[in-house]
């Protein structure tokens, strides 16, 4: 069993940052990838960034330059930092990891999804 905890969601204004944290925790043996999704209502839900066990990222091409994954494999956690944000930033972000259990088993876990408002 693995748990997903994200945090950092919240209210901001136009032109300010936030900085959502996905830790998990559980049976997990190792990490692979993990990353950021988001979702409107009315539409599917879709990559905002994503890192590798080795460091390696990408992003959506229309986000590059305003938001930074990183992630600290000794806390299995994930981090996305959200700068200069607009308006149609507004969405529920959802953390998305990659993972081998102990029994050798690999999972996709889904976090329950932080609501991030911006404010014009």
């Known amino acids: 069993q693995v748990q997903l905890v994200e945090s950092g969601g919240g209210l901001v204004q136009a032109g300010g940052s936030l900085r959502l944290s996905c830790a998990a925790s559980?049976?997990?043996?190792?990490?692979?990838?993990m990353g950021w999704y988001r979702q409107v209502p009315g539409s599917q839900r879709e990559l905002v960034a994503s890192?590798?066990?080795?460091?390696?990222?990408n992003y959506a091409d229309s986000l590059k330059g305003r938001f930074t994954i990183s992630r600290d494999n000794a806390k299995n956690t994930v981090y996305l930092q959200m700068n200069s944000l607009k308006p149609e930033d507004r969405a529920v972000y959802y953390c998305?990891?990659?993972?081998?259990?102990?029994?050798?088993?690999?999972?996709?876990?889904w976090g329950q999804g932080t609501q991030v408002t911006v404010s014009a």
């Open positions: 998305n990891v990659d993972i081998l259990t102990y029994l050798d088993q690999r999972i996709n876990y």
């Open positions: 559980g049976s997990i043996f190792r990490i692979n990838a």
């Open positions: 890192v590798t066990s080795g460091g390696s990222t």
